[in-house]
């Protein structure tokens, strides 16, 4: 049975005469290390034969690239529940819970998301490398991305960091806001007196979070918040800083009377698609305590 190619093209008249890894960078935004990679395992074909990098094409001509698949041991499958939005070829988008732990870490080795986003994919018979393109603290809940090999991580990361993605979040805060909408455009940098926690200092690498005023009661407020950045902890800290921290986020000034976690959900994440460069968006409900906690706030 042929093995079944990651990326097909078929050369156009105007490209005749380029080389294949021009014609691929071009096409598909393969990196430098992913060139590497396809150069070592012999992964790119034209009409069926293994072509170096430095070949020329013809009109006609049909490329194929076959994706170096993934070794390793990785991540340990754990048969834990997960929410699956979206999943393609290229990356997977899931709705995560609160209080679960994204990656394993030296105090969470087990019983993350993904482990059970390992165990989610060796049930299908599928290995891949767990790839988090987003992350969410532990006690945040809502939409996050993984990316299903290098190429789609690298494409996602880029994204990031040229801001093109779009992530908004919606947090229920102590007091009420004076304005209806602002910017919060302050550095964030890690506390000198204790590493787990983030400050606003001068010293900090740059942060912008906008939000924008939904709905009010007497002591609270929920906002829906846009990540021009993505620093550790931004929205707790820039909140915080304005004088309104989180509900539940005991780290950074809140109470937990309410809700026994931060209010705060992942609600909208848009993103430039790796594969065929189509804009998508999805969308997550607020979990069953998002909405116990906003009807057991008095109303106005």
């Known amino acids: ?26 096409r598909f935004r393969f990196s430098r ?43 340990k499958p754990q048969p834990l529940p997960i929410q699956v939005i979206h999943e393609d070829e290229d990356l997977i988008i899931l709705d995560k819970q609160p209080g679960v732990v ?52 690298a494409i996602l990361s880029g994204q990031m960091k040229g801001k093109r993605y779009l992530r908004e979040y919606l947090a229920v805060v102590h007091g009420s806001l004076e304005k209806e909408e602002g910017k919060v455009e302050e550095p964030i940098a890690r506390s000198p007196e204790h590493p787990h926690i ?35 902890h931004q929205i707790r800290v820039h909140m915080a800083h304005l004088g309104h921290p989180l509900l539940g986020d005991t780290l950074y000034g809140g109470q937990t009377a309410e809700i026994e976690r931060q209010a705060l959900h992942a609600v909208r994440l848009a993103l430039i698609h790796p594969r065929d460069g189509k804009k998508c968006c999805w969308e997550s409900p607020l979990p069953k305590d998002f909405h116990l906690l906003m009807e057991s706030l008095p109303s106005i």
């Open 198 to 232: 983030r400050t606003v200092s001068p010293a900090g690498a740059p942060a912008c979070t906008r939000y924008r005023v939904i709905r009010r009661w007497p002591e609270a407020t929920l906002v829906r918040l846009r990540l021009e950045t993505g620093r550790t």
């Open 102 to 153: 994204v990656h394993p870490t030296r105090n969470y080795p087990e019983g993350t998301l993904a482990n059970g986003l390992a165990a989610y994919w060796q049930e299908r018979g599928e290995f891949h490398l767990v790839r988090p393109v987003t992350r969410l603290d532990k006690d945040t809940s809502g939409l996050i991305v993984f990316a299903k090999h290098p190429h789609a991580h």
């Open 1 to 26: 049975m042929a093995r079944k190619a990651d990326y097909l093209h078929q050369v156009r008249g105007e490209e005749e005469g380029k080389m294949v890894r021009q014609l691929l960078r071009n």
């Open 33 to 75: 290390r992913m060139f590497r990679r396809l150069k070592e395992a012999k992964a790119v074909e034209v009409n069926g034969e293994p072509v170096y990098l430095t070949s020329r094409v013809k009109a006609g001509d049909r490329m194929a690239v076959f994706l170096p698949r993934d070794t390793g041991e990785g991540v």
